[in-house]
């Protein structure tokens, strides 16, 4: 007796398209395009996709006053720039202060253990609102 491989009731395109051979477009293939011919509307090329990639950041997380510095640093460069620049820790009140005073060379940059002797300062710091409750 001859069994079928394929499940019986179900169509072999459902069993191809599960298995991605019948999705050129979810593997780019759609995006090929002829010689001379222009690029549709809103298409995504394989070119647009590597521009895209680079040129999009992730923003900087503010991170709790209670976490430890190393997680803190990592909030602030999501991108892994290696430093945290001055623009990246306007979400932290009072935390401008401290960045000038360890930032001796005035780059407007911290790097990791200059932004770890930074964050000890800061995290050691009474409440900037003067005891009223931070939410």
Known sequence: ???????PGRPLWVLLSLAGLLAP???GWADTQTPGASPK?????????SQGASTEMAKPVPPSKSELADSAFKKLDPNGKGYVAKEDTHGLEGFDRIFDKVDSK??????????????????????????????
Not at 41 to 49: F, I, L, P, R
Not at 111 to 117: E, G, I, L
């Open 1 to 7: 007796m001859n069994r079928n491989r394929f499940t």
């Open 41 to 49: 509307s809103g298409a995504v090329t394989s070119e647009s996709h």
């Open 106 to 135: 005035h780059t407007g940059k911290l790097d990791q253990a200059q932004f770890k002797k930074a964050w000890s300062q800061y995290a050691a710091e009474k409440n900037p609102t003067s005891g009223k409750a931070a939410w």
């Open 25 to 27: 477009a979810a593997s």
